[in-house]
């Protein structure tokens, strides 16, 4: 079974200019989250689909992120304009829907490294 | 708050136990987790804890849950140059979903 896979592995960018992040979770898992961890700090969560929906956007920075998950497969974290701080390492994870841990385990990708020059 | 903090480094020898500390805030976090990450590689659980449990042991892996002083601590017995990694701690809190909050990352290097 593939793991939860992210596309491009790394990006630089010029300031001002758009990114597209993507990511395809494992198979069946309806639960997906997108993670950032800026240089050195910690990995702050972005944000929580359940399939489509967006359940928890409370990380979001500003609205120059757009996130999106059309169909509940797999999606995208779009960066317009991207600023220098948006750079980090951007994590996707995804798991199934369940009441126990053990169900509700998140598998990580290997992440994205955003770099905006 | 949610706040999750970890020592930045830690050194050791290979063969020795490394211990990696981790201090949290929030009271009604429900389950603890350690994750690793290899270079190059995603975050990998390792282990977690029930919130109502003190100690958790998996193999050469103990985890040490003090609720009263919000403190977790993971230990690797017979630390391996393959455990240089770094680890992170993350809880989940009652009512925050699924989310997790992490600390910043403890940096393991195991020296011969």
């Known amino acids: 079974e593939a793991g939860v896979t992210q596309f491009p592995s790394h990006s630089v960018i010029e300031k001002g200019q758009t990114v597209t992040l993507r990511c395809d979770p494992i198979?069946?898992?309806?639960?997906l989250y997108w993670y950032r961890r800026v240089m050195g700090k910690e990995i702050k969560f972005l944000l929580h689909?359940?399939?489509?929906?967006?359940?928890?956007e409370s990380g979001m920075p500003n609205n120059r992120f757009l996130a999106e998950r059309t169909g509940g497969t797999y999606s995208t974290l779009k960066v317009q304009p991207a600023e220098l701080e948006d750079s980090g390492v951007y994590f996707c994870?995804?798991?199934?829907?369940?009441?126990?841990?053990?169900?509700?385990?998140?598998?990580f990708g290997q992440g994205t490294r955003l770099t905006v020059v | 708050g949610e706040d999750v903090e970890q020592s930045l480094f830690l050194s050791v020898r290979e063969g020795d136990s490394s211990v990696i500390n981790c201090t949290y805030t929030?009271?009604?976090?429900?389950?603890l987790y350690w994750y690793k990450q290899e270079p190059g590689a995603g975050l990998q659980l390792l282990t977690y804890?029930?919130?109502?449990?003190d100690m958790k042991q998996d193999q050469r892996l103990t985890v040490l849950l003090n609720k009263k002083d919000k403190h977790l601590s993971l230990r690797i017995a017979d630390t391996q140059t393959g455990d240089s990694a770094i680890y992170f701690c993350?809880?989940?809190?009652?009512?925050?979903?699924?989310?997790?909050?992490f600390g910043t990352g403890t940096q393991l290097k195991v020296e011969l």
């Open positions: 994870a995804s798991s199934r829907l369940g009441p126990g841990v053990r169900d509700t385990e998140a598998f």
């Open positions: 198979s069946g898992h309806d639960n």
């Open positions: 689909f359940v399939k489509e929906s967006k359940q928890d």
């Open positions: 929030d009271s009604s976090s429900t389950y």
């Open positions: 804890i029930f919130s109502n449990m």
């Open positions: 993350a809880e989940r809190v009652t009512g925050g979903g699924n989310k997790l909050t």
